[in-house]
């Protein structure tokens, strides 16, 4: 059930940040405490996404109607071009900045991949002459993996200085443990928005 798995959830990420909060310094709880918000924060409604993306033009009129070729495999393989160009803009232009502006940076233009998604579902590309699978593929396709790269360098950089000596390794494996937690609880709550908002995405 929906509820309890979030109070679970709930449950199981206070405990975390409690034990974080004793065990650790500080200020690596901080850190951790701005990975739980961060990752949290995009709530994910990807699951009904696809199916909008992907239904046919009976049950979706003039909707983009994409082919599982296209919207699985050809964005997947712009997805991995994406994370290697993403590391290689990092290195040369972001591993100068700051933590701080970098990851407000990332936080922005990750925030810019959900309004292409709503751009298109409104239609408002077709509008301006732009087509669904040249719009989607130069936006959400490559948005999503450019921000996910570009926030993980930094992340993991400050991991390794915060963290006690000789942890290192420990410490890592643990946040990267609680980001993916938290990613699959943001998913979680993306699917309560869908069950609440009484979005339809089987038909009868």
Do not use: H
Not at 28 to 50: C, E, K, Q, Y
Not at 125 to 142: E, Q, R, T, Y
């Amino acid at each position: 059930d929906l509820v309890i798995g979030l109070v679970f959830s709930a449950v199981l990420i206070i405990a975390f940040s409690v034990a974080t909060y004793y065990i650790f310094p500080k200020t690596f709880f901080w850190v951790f405490l701005s990975i739980i918000l961060t990752s949290m924060s995009w709530i994910s409604i990807g699951s009904a996404l696809g199916y909008y993306y992907t239904a046919s033009k009976e049950c979706v009129p003039n909707g983009p109607n994409f082919s599982y070729t296209y919207y699985i495999t050809v964005t997947g393989i712009v997805g991995s071009v994406v994370n290697f160009v993403a590391v290689i803009l990092y290195q040369n232009f972001l591993s100068s900045w700051r933590f701080r502006p970098v990851l407000i940076f990332t936080i922005v233009i990750g925030s810019l991949a959900s309004i292409v998604d709503l751009i298109i579902i409104m239609r408002w590309n077709i509008a301006i002459g732009i087509p669904d699978k040249v719009f989607f593929l130069l936006g959400s396709a490559i948005f999503e993996n450019l921000v996910i790269i570009l926030q993980s360098i930094p992340m993991s950089s400050i991991y390794a200085k915060i963290a006690p000596p000789g942890m290192e390794s420990a410490v890592f494996a643990y946040t990267v443990g609680i980001a993916n937690f938290c990613g699959m609880v943001s998913s979680l709550l993306g699917s309560g928005v869908i069950q609440w908002s009484g979005m339809i995405t089987v038909g009868d």
